[in-house]
């Protein structure tokens, strides 16, 4: 009986830690997005306006540039005159893991003063990143609606797949955080090499064009493309307005968990060596 209630009592002790570590590092995770909120738009005349504007004056580029490019290629899937959707979606999409993983990449160096002097988990930091392009991702969707408000494209119930796209994606977004900002920390050279990866990974990725334009090879290898799959993900509910299918949605779901789960444990191995290195 004494055995049973200190059993208990313990395992009311580890709760209660685990709970207020949650709640310390939940506001941690707050005053470091809102943090990067203000830095961002500091002495910004038009402020967030910044994250509405700059997605629809690169869709107004792009479209310019590709229509005339894309003559060539076609989809079944919406009409040829709302390509300026199909250009957004794809930009806005790209741009959330691009944001979130080139700045959590250096968030454990940039934070280096901080981790020095306080104890604090290491974790919190690519983390952030990601939240905080999730923030300015909610803003670029603005974007979106303006536009598909503009060829009066109606929204359909299918939207309610939105959450989910949303976690799926920052979940696979968290995991390449941890990842290169472990990477980063022992390596740097993976900050210039990053920059390179993304700029392929734009280009193969079919955000500009249409995929039926691809090699028959390329294609099938476009199934593999994570960032693919969420693009078309966003793009059936919002432009194709179909439902997403479970295959697609398993797929999705797959990709955010084998990214969070191998950031996660490559994190955790090295982040006590962190210290003698940054």
């Known amino acids: 009986m004494v055995s049973h209630k200190g059993s208990s009592k313990h395992a009311s002790i580890e709760n209660a830690t685990w709970n207020s570590g949650f709640k310390r590092n939940g506001f941690i995770l707050k005053e470091l997005v809102t943090k990067d909120f203000k830095l961002k738009y500091r002495r910004s005349v038009l402020g967030v306006l910044w994250s509405v504007l700059n997605p629809l004056l690169m869709m107004i580029v792009m479209a310019i540039v590709f229509t005339h490019m894309m003559r060539g290629g076609s989809s079944d899937k919406f009409p040829a005159v709302l390509f300026p959707l199909y250009l957004i979606i794809g930009n806005v999409t790209f741009a959330f893991m691009n944001d979130s993983t080139t700045q959590g990449m250096t968030s454990i160096i940039a934070a280096a003063p901080l981790l020095k002097k306080v104890k604090i988990q290491r974790n919190v930091f690519p983390i952030e990143k990601a939240l905080f392009a999730l923030v300015n991702f909610g803003f670029s969707c603005i974007a979106i ?104 949605n398993l797929i999705c779901l797959a990709c955010g968990l084998v990214s969070l789960g191998i950031g996660y444990l490559v994190f955790k191995k090295n982040e006590s060596k962190f210290i003698l290195f940054i």
Request: aromatic residues 24%; charged residues 5%.
């Open 145 to 248: 609606l303006l536009v598909m408000i503009f060829f009066q494209v109606m929204p359909t119930w299918n939207f309610i797949f939105i959450p989910l796209f949303l976690v799926y994606l920052t979940l696979f977004c968290i995991g390449l955080s941890l990842f290169l900002s472990t990477l980063a920390v022992f390596f740097r050279d993976i900050i210039h090499l990053w920059s390179v990866v993304i700029i392929a990974w734009t280009y193969l990725t079919p955000i500009f064009y249409y995929p039926s334009l691809l090699p028959g090879w390329l294609q099938n290898l476009e199934k593999f493309n994570p960032m693919y799959q969420f693009i078309e993900y966003f793009r059936s509910i919002l432009l194709y307005q179909t439902t997403p299918s479970l295959k697609h």
